[in-house]
């Protein structure tokens, strides 16, 4: 079934309140995603790439025309503990959140919370040097 016939299908807002038990190809992996194993009601996103598809405005609205790739880009913790990923749609830009599900491949979600201290926007051989002009001497003491 298509996005267009699915969006007519269910009235505005279905699935803000309804579990969403679809099953789906991924866009970017072409790996078919299940919503078991998800841990919510509400699978969003591929649990292999963490990909998903602009699809909402506010969530489970399916009201944003855009449908481009949402790539994972940055992992933050919610108030919680709760981790949720990043998305950047690859067509319009918009940014949105999602929280992380139950079967999300661990090694992506960490490369991906790992990549800022992997590409720092400094060279880590001049951290010594920064640290002192900081005022410290740049060294740990037992």
Known sequence: MNRENKRKQYEKGYYKHHPCSDSFVCKQCGRLVVSAGAGSD???HCP??????HLDIEPGDRAADCGGLMEPIA?????RGEWAVIHRCRRCGQLHSNRVAADDNPMKL???AMKPLCLPPFPLERIEEMTALMAGDGTLKP
């Open 75 to 79: 992992v933050w913790i919610r108030g």
């Open 110 to 112: 960490m490369s991906i």
């Open 42 to 44: 509400h699978r969003n």
């Open 48 to 53: 292999n790439c963490l990909t998903s598809l």
